[in-house]
């Protein structure tokens, strides 16, 4: 519906009369609000009312409604020309005054929107409008369309005839792609002059029901906890659809197909317009249905289902639990078994059952017990792993005081039972626990037991009875007892009677009395099967008696040689206490005569006195001054006991100027071993040192001595390679070898024809002789003084020399080596059997195995 305002100019608001049917826009387009049934015989007449908002002045067109001769869907999916040709709509570009000046323009015109359908099928070019311009009446005009779609990507979508001014679409439109397009018209002369402003042309393209409903998730998880009441929403599913949403096409209803598992009634419902999955029936059980699936359609079009597309999900909801099943136990009695005297140990095992989901705090149970145990001696943690109850001792069960307990076990969950849910009968259980008796250690009591005593008890003194109670009331044991611990060594216990006696004197002074207390352990003994034992302490608290004497305190002092300026203070030292100790008498003693002489003493106060010199000046050195000192006990007791003072002399200060303090009388045991000890390790390093010094000059000595074998002639072993020969054939001075004072004066060989290990011709040193037959024992000393006269001879040969220790003789007893010949016969000798030794042998054979000849 076009509304033409004349140039008022005002907004102009459009209605209908009938919304709820059809519906306009304020471009003019109406539109069906609702599906309509075709009625030739009834056709609906639509009033359009045009106001203007300024003035409310309005004004009013009838539309009628005639049914297309087409179906709905065939439009849909074969659209018909927006107009058709003979009936093209025709556009006017806005006129101007007759005179050619340029002048004031009318206003230009308001061009209704023109609409094209997507997906039309042809054909192409399908015309739309004609655009015109007044001038063409007296000229040839030239018509053009500028923009997106015409010159303009994407082109040629638009194209317009340049002389007719028709302007056509070219191909289908898809509104999904681009929902309008805004052109422009252009009229020019021949000479491309223009003739009219361009005008505006915006194409709408129309909505057609082409694109199904599609999900955003395929399949959809929700959840819904069991027994939930109707209406507890559960989840919204979602769909959408690419066509216009303010038209039926992208306009979606939902509804659930089918129901899995499916029951008498549908569990579920769903909003149509927003996909909101609600419950809608009573009875949600997980314990019977624990999981549901739903087929979910959207169809557009409203819902039409003739017209609509539509398209489908799957809607998976999982019915949670709730604590809806209370825990029972299996059986109503449980029983059990446990030894006297046992902790955590496990009696017995209660089983529950429980139908909702496991592993959850619905499924969890809790055990609590509710009767029979008051003293708490049981508890009944749940095992994690099978919801079982552990009933566990966690105190110690006498035998002797209950043999059996019953206990009223409650199991419960960890969150309580959902509203209008009781507990049942057999939520609760009872167990049975039987109680059996073993060997019980005896036990003394008191434990510890306190005797106090005086010290100084003799042996053989009775001090108390200590026996223990056998808690084992049905067994009749004999117990005995011994002693465990007694680190003075002064008791003795009866093994029958457990009567303590004394087998040295109880002394409080002693290291081992802690605090006037004195421990000792014993153990009591049964005769069951196993034996059992128990321990006691018994602590005797020894009473103090005056049996320590006092002694002077310090013990060391010093004094100057002259009594001014100083003195002694001394106190005294008692083992006993109050009042067996101080105050303290202090007297010089009489003997030797010679200390009331040079010292004096005078008392401070009942712990304290002071020595000073008597004589105006005593000698440097140290003094033992005896003292007497009587403590104030019952029955005082006197000691004499020694001060060692050392006299010195002094500074203006009153401080010793020697060096030396006091030192002891002697010195200890202990300090005599360590320095004899490290005397000892003193003189073993200086011993082991001077060994070490030793042995290296021997080796450095050894070093030098050695010879290179291959310089020495005299040791080496000769290799003959021919028969015969001897020392004659080696090139050899044997004269060497001869004694001295034989040597010829023609055998000294020119200096030129000498042998390189031949001892330089110098006069030689008076080495000592021998006689022709020497006695066999000055040999060594022969050769002691030969040694001595070569170190000391500076014309001595080097190492590798030949030297002369010794004459041999002038001549040799045995015979030539280079003969065979023997001077003993060898008749008497069979030689045929070198004849059987081979080539070899065969001329000792000719030798010595022939005749005489």
């Not at 003979?86 to 005179?99: A, C, G, N, T």
């Not at 792609?177 to 003739?195: E, S, Y």
């Amino acid at each position: 519906v076009r509304f033409l305002d004349c140039g008022r100019g005002g907004p102009v608001r459009l209605e209908s009369n009938n919304p709820s049917d059809f519906w306009i826009e304020a471009d003019g387009v109406v539109y069906a609000a609702r599906s309509g049934q075709r009625s030739p015989q009834h056709a609906p007449t639509l009033l359009i009312k045009a106001i203007d908002s300024t003035t409310q002045q309005q004004w009013m067109t009838q539309v009628r409604m005639v049914p297309s001769p087409l179906s709905s869907q065939q439009v849909q999916k074969a659209p018909v020309p927006a107009v058709p040709d003979k009936d093209l709509m025709e556009i006017s570009f806005p006129s101007r005054k007759s005179d050619s000046q340029l002048k004031r323009m009318k206003r230009d015109w308001v061009i209704p929107p023109i609409n094209v359908p997507e997906n039309s099928r042809g054909p192409f070019p399908q015309e739309l409008v004609r655009i015109r311009s007044d001038h063409d009446k007296t000229r040839a005009l030239r018509y053009s369309v500028t923009g997106p779609g015409a010159d303009q990507p994407p082109t040629s979508i638009f194209i317009i005839d340049p002389i007719s001014g028709e302007l056509s679409v070219n191909k289908p439109l898809d509104r999904e792609h681009i929902p309008n397009f805004h052109l422009k018209a252009h009229a020019v002369d021949l000479n491309g002059n223009q003739l009219e402003n361009p005008i505006d042309l915006a194409i709408n393209v129309i909505d057609m029901n082409d694109n199904r409903p599609e999900f955003t998730h395929q399949i959809w998880n929700g959840t819904v906890p069991e027994g939930s009441k109707p209406g507890t929403f559960v989840m919204t599913v979602t769909s959408v659809d690419k066509d216009d949403p303010k038209t039926a096409n992208g306009m979606l209803r939902y509804k659930i197909l089918s129901q899995t598992p499916e029951s008498s009634s549908n569990m579920f419902t769903i909003n149509n317009k927003t996909g909101g999955i609600i419950t809608v029936a009573a009875g949600l059980d997980r314990e019977k249905v624990p999981q549901y699936t739903l087929i979910i359609q959207a169809t557009d079009m409203e819902g039409n289902p003739m017209y609509g597309l539509s398209n489908t999900a799957t809607a998976v909801i999982k019915i949670t639990d709730v604590n809806d099943n209370p825990p029972e136990f299996t059986t109503a009695m449980f029983y059990g078994e446990v030894r006297e005297n046992r902790v955590n140990v496990i009696v017995a095992n209660l089983t529950v059952t429980d139908k909702d989901q496991p592993n959850t705090p619905a499924w969890n149970a809790v055990y609590k017990i509710t009767g029979g145990d008051p003293t708490g001696r049981f508890s009944v943690p749940t095992d994690p792993t099978n919801n079982e109850g552990l009933v566990t001792v966690v105190k110690p069960i006498d035998y002797e005081t209950s043999r059996a307990y019953v206990l009223t076990v409650e199991a419960k969950n960890e969150v309580p039972l959902t509203s209008g849910i009781r507990y049942p009968h057999m939520s609760t259980a009872t167990v049975s626990i039987s109680v059996t008796d073993e060997n019980e250690s005896p036990y003394f009591e008191p434990n510890p037991k306190l005797i106090k005593l005086e010290e100084g008890m003799m042996p053989e003194s009775a001090l108390t009875i200590f026996t223990a109670q056998d808690p084992d009331r049905f067994m009749r044991q004999k117990i005995t007892y011994s002693k465990l611990s007694d680190p003075a060594n002064w008791l003795r216990i009866d093994p029958n009677s457990g009567r303590i006696t004394t087998i040295a004197i109880l002394d409080r002074e002693s290291p081992f009395v802690k605090n006037n207390l004195y421990n000792a352990t014993f153990m009591a003994l049964d005769d069951g099967k196993p034996p059992a034992s128990g321990t006691g302490t018994l602590q005797i608290y020894l009473l103090d008696i005056n049996d320590n004497a006092p002694k002077v305190f310090p013990q060391e002092a010093e004094i100057c040689e002259k009594p001014e300026p100083n003195a002694i203070n001394i106190t005294a030292v008692d083992g006993d206490l109050n009042p067996n100790a101080g105050p303290f008498a202090f007297e010089l003693a009489h003997r030797p005569l010679d200390v009331r002489r040079n010292w004096t003493i005078t008392r401070i106060s009942g712990d304290y006195a002071q020595v000073s010199l008597r004589i105006g000046f005593l000698e440097s050195g140290i003094y033992e001054i005896p003292i007497i000192i009587t403590d104030s006990g019952n029955l005082p007791m006197s000691n004499t006991s020694y001060l060692r003072v050392k006299v010195c002399q002094c500074d203006i200060n009153g401080d010793c100027t020697d060096q030396q303090h006091i030192m002891a009388a002697g010195l200890g045991t202990g300090a005599i071993i360590a320095i004899l000890l490290c005397i000892i390790i003193l003189l073993i390093l200086v011993l082991l040192f001077v060994v070490w010094m030793k042995r290296r000059d021997k080796e450095r000595q050894a070093k030098q001595l050695l010879i290179d074998p291959e310089d020495d002639v005299r040791d080496n072993i000769l290799k003959y390679d021919e028969e015969g020969g001897g020392e004659e054939d080696q090139d050899y001075d044997l004269s060497q070898l001869q004694q001295p004072d034989t040597l010829e004066p023609d055998a000294i060989k020119p200096v030129g024809i000498r042998r390189l290990d031949e001892r330089p011709l110098h006069p030689e040193p008076q080495y000592p002789m021998r006689s022709a037959a020497p006695h066999p024992g000055d040999i060594g000393d022969f050769i002691n003084e030969g040694l001595k006269a070569a170190d000391n001879d500076p014309t001595a040969p080097p190492y590798d020399s030949l030297l002369v220790f010794d004459y041999e003789g002038s001549g040799s007893t045995a015979g030539s080596l280079s003969s065979l010949n023997s001077s003993s016969s060898g008749g008497d000798q069979d030689y045929d059997y070198l004849n059987d030794w081979g080539p070899r042998f065969r001329k000792l054979a000719d030798m010595y195995g022939g005749c005489d000849d």
